[in-house]
Nanobody
Framework: QVQLAESGGGLVQAGESLKLSCLASGKTWTIGGMAWYRQTPGKERELVARITRGGVPREFGDFVKGRNTIRRDNTKNTVDLQMNNLTHEVTAVYSC?????????WGKGTQVTVST
């Protein structure tokens, strides 16, 4: 089993930057791709960014293009999401995701709130 724990969420002001971190534990050698998702009330969870085991990133969503960076460190079992120049539409619960030998693993999520 793989466990994921997010950190770094909180209340920030528009225009500021924030870095979310996800620490994996357990059978970390089984982890393949990882990703960050977000969810707002009443909406389905949506993919923000993903990264392969080899570190190839891809960001999604018009609200994040050019302002977000996903990185992972396999030696530390972490995947980070750097978000810059935050806007109110970034407000959501952000969850870490990992694929591990066919299993889908999720963290509990961390709230990010951007005040205007």
């Amino acid at each position: 089993q793989v466990q994921l724990a997010e950190s770094g969420g909180g209340l920030v002001q528009a225009g500021e930057s924030l870095k979310l971190s996800c620490l994996a534990s357990g059978k970390t050698w089984t982890i393949g791709g990882m990703a960050w998702y977000r969810q707002t009330p009443g909406k389905e969870r949506e993919l923000v960014a993903r990264i392969t085991r080899g570190g190839v990133p891809r960001e999604f969503g018009d609200f994040v293009k050019g302002r977000n960076t996903i990185r992972r460190d396999n030696t530390k079992n972490t995947v980070d999401l750097q978000m810059n120049n935050l806007t109110h539409e970034v407000t959501a619960v952000y969850s870490c995701y990992a694929q591990a030998q066919g299993f889908e693993c999720w963290g509990k999520g961390t709230q990010v709130t951007v005040s205007t």
